[in-house]
C-alpha cells in the first residue's frame, strides 16, 4: 500500500481481556517494527522483524506480549490479560533496509486504553 | 550501548522566531541521524537525515548537520511557523535490529 496501516486506530479494553492490533506495512519493506509510545514520553523498542522471522524479541515487556508476521507483510501484535500499565500508543513502521539510509515509515498508530 | 539525549521540552517561540533543538548521541559504529515530527494526532514523519559526517540534512526549512567531533545533531529553522507545532524526535541508526529514539521535544508556536 502507500502507507503504514494499523487498525483499529482506537480501542478500548477492560482489563484481563487479550487485544490484536494490527499492522500492514508498505509493499516490498521487509522490515517492520513495533514500537510503544506511552503518553509523554519517548519510543520503547518492542519488536523487530525481517521477513517472518523476529530476530530481536529483547523489548517485549513480558510474556504477555507477543507478534507474528505472515507472507512477509502483515504483522499482529497480541497482548493477552491487558494491565492499565499496557495503555499506551502503538506504533508499527516498516523499512526498505532497516532503516539505515531511508529511515522508517510509520503509522498513524493504535491508542490502546485498558480501563 | 547506543543512546540519543536531546533538550526537554517544551519549547514556546513566537512565529518568526529561531528555533535549535539540541541533539547528542553515543553510537560505538557510524550511524545514520534522523529527526522525526509528530504532528497532534498523527504518527512519526522522517523530516531529514544525513548518513555520514559532515552531511547537512534538510527539509521543509528545516536544517541539521551532523557533527562527528561533538557527536551532536542539533535541528534549526529559521524562522518557525504555528504549523511547526508538533514533537520533534531525534534518532540513530547504525542498520542493526533498531533505531534508538530520543525522548522527543514538543515545541510550540504562538502567532
Known amino acids: 500500500g502507500a502507507g503504514v496501516s494499523q487498525s483499529p486506530s482506537n480501542k478500548v479494553t477492560e482489563k484481563g481481556k487479550d487485544v490484536e492490533l494490527r499492522c500492514d506495512p508498505i509493499s516490498g519493506h521487509t522490515a517492520l517494527y513495533w514500537y510503544r509510545q506511552s503518553l509523554g514520553q519517548g519510543l520503547e523498542f518492542l519488536i523487530y522483524f525481517q521477513g517472518n522471522s523476529a530476530p530481536d524479541k529483547s523489548g517485549l515487556p513480558s510474556d504477555r506480549f507477543s507478534a507474528e508476521r505472515t507472507g512477509g507483510s502483515v504483522s499482529t501484535l497480541t497482548i493477552q490479560r491487558t494491565q492499565q500499565e499496557d495503555s499506551a500508543v502503538y506504533l508499527c513502521?516498516?523499512?526498505?533496509?532497516?532503516?539505515?539510509?531511508?529511515?522508517?515509515?510509520f503509522g498513524s498508530g493504535t491508542r490502546l486504553t485498558v480501563v | 550501548g547506543d543512546s540519543v539525549t536531546q533538550m526537554e521540552g517544551p519549547v514556546t517561540l513566537s512565529e518568526e522566531a529561531f528555533l535549535t533543538i539540541n541533539c547528542t548521541y553515543t553510537a560505538t559504529g557510524y550511524p545514520s541521524l534522523f529527526w522525526y515530527v509528530q504532528y497532534p494526532g498523527e504518527g512519526l514523519q522522517l523530516l531529514l537525515k544525513a548518513t555520514k559526517a559532515d552531511d547537512k540534512g534538510s527539509n521543509k526549512g528545516f536544517e541539521a548537520t551532523y557533527r562527528k567531533e561533538t557527536t551532536s545533531f542539533h535541528l534549526e529553522k529559521g524562522s518557525v511557523q504555528v504549523s511547526d507545532s508538533a514533537v520533534y524526535f531525534c534518532a540513530l541508526s547504525t542498520g542493526g535490529f533498531k533505531t534508538i529514539f530520543g525522548a522527543g521535544t514538543r515545541l510550540f508556536v504562538k502567532a
Open positions: 513502521a516498516s523499512s526498505i533496509d532497516r532503516g539505515l539510509d531511508y529511515g522508517y515509515t
